[in-house]
């Protein structure tokens, strides 16, 4: 693997991770949401990672000298988790009973999510400046 090779997989992380860190502020934004243009509750967004799927002739690359994949964002899903209901029956949307469809969102485990992403795309970042740093030096031991 060369400089530029790390460079792109760095890049496609840090990418990867802007995404993430959208998806995750989002879901913040959105924790006290009980009613959506679509209906009910705003339902948690989670982000799908897979291998960066480039052209035949990088995937032939890859193959012949077994070079590392970056990273893409394959799709942003609703989470499965059903909504929390809780009892709220001065609530405007309170049903029949009292109880409000609350969205499915746990407040620690987007903040872990967050500083997971954050921490990704810090060392995403520092690889490149490393990169950069060192075919900077190469350069200058050419001179």
Same mark, same amino acid.
């Given at each position: 693997?060369?400089?530029? %090779?790390? @460079? *792109?997989?760095?890049?496609?992380? +840090?990418? !990867? *991770?802007?995404t993430r860190l959208n998806v995750v502020s989002s879901n913040l934004a959105n924790i006290a949401t009980t009613r959506t243009p679509e209906g009910g509750p705003y339902i948690k967004k989670d982000v799908v990672f897979t291998p960066d799927s480039r052209s035949f !002739?990088?995937? +032939?690359? /890859?193959? #012949? $000298? $077994?070079?590392? *994949? ?5 799709? =942003? *899903? ?6 929390? @209901? =809780?009892?709220?029956?001065? /609530?405007?949307?309170? %049903? %029949?009973?009292? #109880?409000? !469809? @609350?969205?499915?969102?746990? +407040? ?5 999510? #967050?500083?997971? &992403?954050?921490?990704?795309?810090? &060392? ?9 740093? #060192?075919?900077?030096?190469? +350069?200058?031991?050419?001179?």
């Amino acid at each position: 693997m060369d400089l530029f %090779d790390s @460079m *792109q997989v760095s890049s496609s992380g +840090l990418k !990867a *991770q802007r995404t993430r860190l959208n998806v995750v502020s989002s879901n913040l934004a959105n924790i006290a949401t009980t009613r959506t243009p679509e209906g009910g509750p705003y339902i948690k967004k989670d982000v799908v990672f897979t291998p960066d799927s480039r052209s035949f !002739a990088s995937r +032939l690359d /890859h193959s #012949m $000298r $077994r070079a590392v *994949q970056g990273v893409q964002v394959d799709s =942003i *899903q609703d989470n499965p988790r059903p909504a929390k @209901m =809780i009892y709220n029956p001065s /609530h405007p949307d309170a %049903d %029949d009973t009292g #109880m409000v !469809a @609350m969205p499915n969102i746990n +407040l620690l485990e987007e903040i872990s999510d #967050m500083t997971s &992403a954050s921490r990704s795309y810090e &060392a995403n970042a520092n690889a490149i400046k490393a990169a950069k740093r #060192m075919a900077l030096k190469a +350069l200058e031991i050419g001179r």
